[in-house]
């Protein structure tokens, strides 16, 4: 699929080729090309059951492929002597149930991970954590556990908790699904914001403002496979298939 101009400066993060994935006999990613260049932002939208989770699933192996190539920053996801723990650390994911630990303060499920995995001491972990969390706009939430937080504020904990392991990319699955929609806009506030500092993003999301807004491209899923993709300004406006067209029109 051939790229736009403004696309193609961009060193790459990601690269995905030939992508397939089964579960049983279900065929749900059918050769899925894609490229993602740092800094990106790159926003999947298409219908329920298309296989936008599951390619991102497979983009950390959550899910492993059947066939295909992922290289992420340069390195083989793939490869039977991929260092998997250490590429995975380096893939932040929010997904759109936040999975706070609820025995664990705010600022303690942020500092976990940095930890146990990256063993950084205790006391700067924690700093970090409540650095992250003035980042995500919550400066007086670190002490607080997640059952008093709501599902707007909970989200953007997920999303510090995810940056404080210093990932090279960011994966969102439907990260504002969950919530009602008074606390949409404070969670993809946080996402824009990621997005102007430079971040590496994948993010499903049926939100299409943010796809306008934040998005560099736009990739529309149908079917296990990439339908069309662009940058925002030109698929909202004049997407080339007629797919694409039916699915923004339900929509927008
Ligand atoms: P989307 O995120 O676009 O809604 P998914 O990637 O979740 O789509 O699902 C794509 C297809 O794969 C759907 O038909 C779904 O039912 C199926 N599927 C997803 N996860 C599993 C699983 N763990 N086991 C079996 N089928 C699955
Ligand atoms: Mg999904």
């Known amino acids: 699929m051939p790229h736009e101009p403004e696309l193609q400066a961009r060193p790459l993060a990601v690269k995905v080729s030939g992508l397939v994935k089964d579960y049983g006999k279900q065929r749900v990613l059918n050769g899925v090309d894609l490229e993602v260049g740092a800094g990106e932002v790159a926003v999947i939208i298409g219908p329920s059951g298309s296989g936008k989770s599951t390619l991102l699933r497979c983009l950390n192996l959550l899910e492993r492929p059947q066939s295909g190539d992922i290289v992420i920053e340069g390195k083989p996801l793939l490869h039977p002597a991929a260092d998997l723990n250490a590429i995975r650390t380096e893939i932040g994911m929010v997904f759109q149930q936040f999975n706070l630990f609820p ?12 930890v146990r995995v990256r063993k950084r001491p205790k006391a700067e972990a924690r700093a970090r954590a409540i650095e992250l969390l003035e980042m995500v706009g919550l400066p007086d939430k670190a002490d607080v556990y997640p059952g008093s937080l709501s599902g ?101």
């Not at 025995?103 to 940095?114: G, K, Q």
């Not at 707007?152 to 504002?176: K, S």
């Not at 300004?233 to 004049?238: A, G, K, Y």
């Open 103 to 114: 025995h664990l303060t705010a600022a303690d499920n942020i500092a976990l991970a940095p």
């Open 152 to 252: 707007g504020q909970a989200q953007r904990v997920a999303i510090a908790r995810a940056l404080a392991m210093e990932p090279r990319l960011m994966l969102f699955d439907e990260p504002t699904s969950a919530l009602d929609p008074e606390m949409v806009g404070e969670v993809l506030a946080v996402m824009k914001r990621l997005a102007e500092g430079g971040m590496t993003m994948v993010v499903v999301t049926h939100e299409m403002g943010f796809a306008k807004e934040a998005g560099h491209r736009v990739i529309f899923m149908e079917q296990g496979a990439i339908v069309e993709e662009g940058p925002p300004s030109r698929l909202f406006t004049s997407p080339a298939k007629e797919r694409t067209r039916s699915f923004l029109s339900k929509v927008l």
